[in-house]
């Protein structure tokens, strides 16, 4: 019988947990610390600000605060795959500052399977993951201007 607490797949030894990871070199140190809260989860994303207000805001109406779509405003949603006009222009700066470091990965977006990918693919490049960080810095100064959007429950 698999227990509930148990860990969700194999046991990651300790050599693979204390592996080196390039987004720890990233500077200056607010970048860096950045993309750390990004992956602890620990982040100014309304899927994350939802969790703690009172009342309780449920998940699919934490939605984007940057684009007209429905989308829930999460980690993997922002950075690489938001398309309001703010963020999808500075991700096109961005992706030219990436393209120029490293060729092609503008197509690694452009061809990816889904925004969780191209985020992956993103931290795995030495070479891009410092610009990850000024990136994924930038879109949370962005949160603090501009207020989360809620979806207004229909017949409202
Ligand atoms: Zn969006």
Request: aromatic residues 8%.
């Amino acid at each position: 019988m698999h227990s509930p607490l148990a860990w969700p797949g194999p046991q990651p030894t300790l050599a693979r947990i204390r592996a080196y990871r390039s987004y720890l070199t990233i500077l200056p140190r607010d970048d860096r610390s950045a993309v750390v809260h990004l992956l602890a989860g620990c982040h100014p994303y309304h899927i994350e600000t939802g969790r703690h207000t009172v009342p309780y805001t449920v998940r699919e109406v934490r939605l984007c605060r940057f684009c007209a779509r429905d989308a829930v405003e999460t980690e993997l949603h922002v950075p690489p795959g938001c398309d309001g006009t703010a963020i999808s222009e500075a991700r096109d700066e961005y992706l030219v500052a990436l393209e120029e470091r490293q060729p092609r990965i503008y197509h690694v977006w452009v061809e990816s399977e889904g925004d969780e990918a191209f985020l992956a693919a993103w931290l795995a490049a030495d070479e891009v993951v410092p610009l990850l960080g000024m990136r994924v810095r930038w879109t949370f100064e962005q949160c603090a201007a501009i207020q989360p959007r809620r979806r207004v429950p229909d017949g409202n």
